[in-house]
Each structure stands twice: as C-alpha cells, then as structure tokens.
C-alpha cells in the first residue's frame, strides 16, 4: 500500500453530493486519502486538500495558523459549493474544528468529526499552553520531534511514515489550533447540520471525552456517536478503518 501526501480531486458524474476532506495538525491530506477513494467508489466527489504549512516537505514543519488554514479550507469550498449543490466536510483531529468553524459560517450538508481535537492527551500539551510559553522552557522551544505516528496497522504505519512532510511540530502551529478550539467551543450550540462523530477509546493523541463533549453541546437534532474500541488515533488508516468508512458512507446517504 503506498499513500500519497499530494492533493486530490476525484469527481462523480452521477452524484450532486461532494466532500471536503480536512486533515490534522502537522499531518496532510495522506490521512484521508484511503476514506476518499472509498467515498468516491460510492458516488461521491471528494477533494483532499494541504493546508498552508502542510503543503511542502522540509526538515521541520513551518510555522502557519489556523486562519491561514481556513482561508484556504474557504476557498475550496467555495469551489465546490459553486458546482455541487451539496457539500459535506469530513474533518480528522484538527481537522474536525476547522470543519465545525466551516459549518458555523456556511451551508453544510453533513458534518463527519474522525477523532476531534478539543483536548490534548500528550504530555508536551503544557508546553503549548501559554503561561508555560511565557514563563519557562517553552518559550525557548519552536518545535517538538515527532514520535511514532498513532497506527497500530503496521502495514499502513509504514506507508503513513513514508508520506508524511515533517518529523517536527511547530509549537506555534500547535497554539494557534488551541486558539480555534478556544473559539469553536462557543458556537456549538448554533451548529445544526447533521453530525458523525467517530471517536477511538484507545486514542493515544486526544481525549476521547471531547468526542462526548462535542456530542453533548453541538445543536444538530441529527448526530450520532460511534465508538471505535481496537484503533490509537489516525483511525481513517488503523485497523478499524473499514468499519469507519462504512459508518461514514451509511450516514452520508441517509441525511
């Protein structure tokens, strides 16, 4: 299996229904590629885009924001939405508050939320936080090394491994995602399109109660829940995956 951390379209001539697919924080478009070949089997137009700061290789990830990111998340939905009369987004990790932040300011179809970022589980979380960037050893740091991506699939760690752009987070990347979290938060309860969210118990990257959280608070009357029980992280890849692009095609057809 080889991936690819290259941007992709793939078009349907008999489907008026396409999906935005959005990455995470320090990953790329890699993460989604294997769930929008599935989606386009199914009918679907998809677009896998990189954000700015995500879109070269280097020896470190450059710094970039999450306004910079939505800018560029705006402009291909805008593209869509001019030739679809429906678009869906289907976020993963950071990806997932930037698609909430999209359905807050413009027409949805559907929302798909894979492993959202509301909270941190890494230790190098307080490093981000800014009190310890102010006042200690995080405001000497741009960036932290990269551990091992969180794919139990051995098969697809290694094919992840050697897409990827970047062995390094920018921390200042990481605190911008925190600020869009920060700013998400509050506009739940005025978000009402119909929302999946599929969320791992063994999730070594996030909390997994800020799948619950996001369940709890966002006003969609049409949101389910999905608990993977076998997947770490980047569940679109990991050995769950199968269930979690069903589950995805199911709710896609069906609101």
């Known amino acids: 299996m080889k991936l690819s951390n ?3 379209l793939l078009e349907s001539a008999t489907n008026d229904h396409a999906c935005l697919l959005l990455h995470g924080l320090g990953g790329g478009v890699y993460e989604m590629q294997l769930l929008g070949e599935y989606l386009h089997q199914q009918g679907f137009t998809v677009k896998g885009i990189n954000y700015p700061g995500h879109d070269q290789p280097g020896m470190k990830m450059p710094t970039s924001s999450w306004r910079q990111w939505y800018e560029h998340i705006l402009e291909n939905y805008q593209q869509l939405s001019r030739k679809y009369a429906n678009v869906s987004a ?3 990790s950071t990806g997932c508050p930037l698609a909430l932040y999209l359905a807050a300011k413009k027409p949805i179809k559907n929302l798909v939320l894979l492993s959202p970022f509301v909270t941190l589980k890494h ?4 490093l981000v936080r800014p009190e310890v960037y102010l006042f200690s050893i995080g405001y000497l740091l741009s960036d932290l090394p990269r551990l091992q991506l969180p794919i139990l699939d051995k098969t697809m ?3 992840a491994q050697e897409a990827l752009f970047f062995q390094t987070f920018n ?3 990481v605190r911008s995602a925190l600020d869009l979290i920060d700013r998400v ?3 739940l309860p005025q978000i009402d399109e ?3 969210i599929i969320q791992s118990l063994k999730d070594s990257v996030v909390d997994p109660e800020g799948a619950r959280v996001i369940y709890q608070q ?3 009357k049409h949101k389910k829940l999905y608990w993977l029980k076998k997947s770490d992280h980047i569940i679109s890849l990991d050995v769950e995956r199968e269930d979690v692009y069903v589950q995805i095609k199911t709710f896609l057809h069906t609101n």
């Open 185 to 187: 938060k509050p506009l």
């Open 194 to 196: 119909p929302t999946l």
């Open 90 to 92: 289907v976020g993963f």
């Open 6 to 8: 290259q941007p992709f």
């Open 218 to 220: 966002i006003g969609s």
């Open 171 to 173: 921390l200042a990347a």
């Open 157 to 159: 760690l290694k094919a």
């Open 123 to 126: 230790e190098w979380y307080y």
